[in-house]
């Protein structure tokens, strides 16, 4: 079976979507920035149909996900989510390790050092507006306790597909990295009217949440503390993205917390203790500063 490392080489043709001082204040500030197109279209063909391999059980490494969509058990319409994808395929786990992304998540959160550690295939389907299509209002750090600061956690989100309100596409509430760590974040919940009321009436007047419009190969980086959700598909086409997280290399473990992920076992079975630096097999790096 492959290594974690190994995996196909994914060409960034469009290598000039570096974010200039004036994006990492905008980062700093909104908690999210929105990359240009950095992926060709030929690398995104190959990505939709390996997503849809994976969606099959084909798994090009003979190694299964952490958790896996199932036509058989998911409700229809609703949103594909499977864990780890990169375990299973290499095309998708070049894309999780490609150091571009690396370097933009670096440049973004001035550090030098960039490990990957988690993804999520997600698959919106077409006309799925009755379903459970959307993605309740969430932050990210709310299922990562098992890092002690959240400031060095990011995501970046990577279009498949064209992706508008129509189709579901991601919003951000900007300002929310600055927030703290808030009640009532469950990616599940369907209902974002009632969740975002919710959390306005503990945290205050949060402002509108902005839609993320995108075109296919483009990224958008976020915050573990930004508020973000998407609605329904009620357009005619599928929204397919990864979520990609990564943590820096000043990222510590805290013991006791979230140590079902198979990447915590392994770091705490070589020794890793409360407070250590986060590092080994299963958080390679994708970007140090030479």
Known sequence: MPTMHEGEKIEMPYANGMPTPEDIEFFK??????????????????????????????????????SAWSEETSLPNSLRKTDNAH???????????????GKIAAALHETDTIRFWEDQLLFKPANSGGGASNVGWHQDYHYWPCFQNPETLITAWVAYDDVDEANGCMQMVPGSNQWGILQYSDFYEQDLNKQLTNIATVKG?????????????????????????????????????????YVTGETRYRAGYSDGYKEIQEFVAAGGKDGDIIQGEMFPIVYQKA
């Open 29 to 66: 500030e909104n908690g999210y920035w929105i990359s240009p197109k950095i992926i060709s279209d030929e690398w995104l063909e190959k990505l939709r149909d390996r997503m849809e391999k994976v969606y099959r059980h084909e798994y090009e490494t003979g190694m299964p996900p952490s």
């Open 87 to 101: 375990w299973s395929d290499l095309t998708i786990r070049a894309l999780a390790y490609n150091p571009l992304i």
């Open 205 to 245: 007047n949060t402002g509108s949440p902005v839609p993320i419009i995108m075109r296919a190969g483009q990224v958008s980086f976020h915050h573990s503390l930004t508020l973000h959700g998407s609605g329904p598909n009620v357009s005619d086409r599928v929204r397919r993205s990864s979520a990609l997280h």
